[in-house]
């Protein structure tokens, strides 16, 4: 599968996560993008989302396309940076290998419908792991996530990095990305 096409075309995202990301997250960078996004979400069919209603998975995908194909090139990363404190996140974690594994449950939370895809986290050293992005959200986007993700759950002293790493690309038509996480 290539980036930006849904594993299963019954695949829903929620309403709430599409306005956290146009309306929170990426009008954090202006308010021009913000307002390209919603042209972009409204040439895909998502006119006036809704919080509380389901869109088709592949309409969002195409429109985060659209978003990286028009707006600067690092704002998928910046935008992924930004949902652990913009989305609905579990609550009560405590260290980065539970940020890293509520990853998967945020994203449960914010999709239905068929196959989703998923995150999987494995600690590889005492303050190591490997995060595995199985979707079909680009990798610049994932990076950013998992790397904000472990920022957010690591001791204050810590240095996090995250570096791709593996024998499979979403770039290259694979369905997943694997990162090795430093903390």
């Not at 997250?25 to 993008?33: E, I, K, N, V, Y």
């Amino acid at each position: 599968m290539a980036t930006y096409e849904a594993f299963d075309p019954n695949v829903e995202v929620h309403g709430q996560t599409i306005l956290t990301v146009v309306d929170d997250a990426l009008a954090r960078f202006s308010a021009a993008h913000r307002e390209r996004a919603r042209e972009a979400l409204a040439a895909n069919g998502i006119e006036d989302p809704s919080p509380d209603e389901w869109y088709p998975q592949q309409a969002w995908l195409n429109t985060v396309e659209a978003i990286a194909d028009e707006l600067e090139p690092h704002i998928l990363d910046r935008l992924g940076e930004q949902l652990p404190d913009a989305a609905d996140w579990p609550s009560g974690l405590a260290g980065v290998e539970e940020g890293l594994r509520a990853v998967d449950r945020a994203y449960e939370r914010n999709h239905r419908g068929g196959d989703i895809g998923s995150y999987r986290f494995e600690r590889i050293d005492d303050r190591a792991g490997e995060v595995v992005c199985e979707n079909p959200y680009p990798c610049v986007f994932d990076r950013g996530l998992v790397r904000a993700a472990a920022r957010r759950y690591a001791p204050v002293e810590s240095f996090v990095f995250v570096e791709e790493r593996g024998d499979t690309c979403r770039r290259e038509g694979d369905d997943a990305c694997t990162y090795t996480v430093f903390w």
